[in-house]
């Protein structure tokens, strides 16, 4: 596998829940981090949430914070949303980086591997 893969999208209605997962490429390195960014149609692609894979590190944007949680396992890193509001519909997209400092970690240039995207839908 050389690309990460996502899963977990759908519809779901204002105050609800969607867990999203990610499987890695199995790439290490120093600093390997997973993120989450999220693309709306017509807006630029945003940071969501990051976690350093060996420290557990986690990192979240503003508009996230205290709704969505990132954890992992030994295989799959996930992205737990919950109070959905409309303005989370987005494809969501699992991002591999390896050599990131922390002041990196938000910005989408800085990820070498991509996956396809999930569409995540909130909507009553």
């Known amino acids: 596998q050389v690309q990460p893969v996502e899963s977990g999208g759908g519809l779901v209605r204002p105050g609800g829940s969607l867990r999203l997962s990610c499987v890695g490429s199995?790439?290490?390195?120093?600093?390997?981090?997973i993120g989450w960014f999220r693309q709306a149609p017509g807006k630029e692609r945003e940071f969501v949430s990051a976690?350093?894979?060996?420290?557990?590190s986690t990192y979240y944007g503003d508009s996230v914070k205290g709704r969505f949680t990132i954890s992992r396992d030994n295989v799959k890193v996930y992205l737990q949303m919950d109070s959905l509001k409309p303005d989370d519909s987005a494809i969501y997209y699992c991002?591999?980086?390896?050599?990131?400092?922390?002041?990196?970690?938000?910005?989408?240039?800085?990820?070498?591997?991509w996956g396809q995207g999930t569409q995540v839908t909130v909507s009553s």
């Open positions: 991002a591999e980086g390896t050599g990131l400092i922390v002041a990196s970690i938000p910005y989408a240039r800085h990820y070498n591997y």
């Open positions: 199995g790439r290490t390195g120093s600093h390997y981090t």
């Open positions: 976690m350093r894979w060996s420290s557990r």
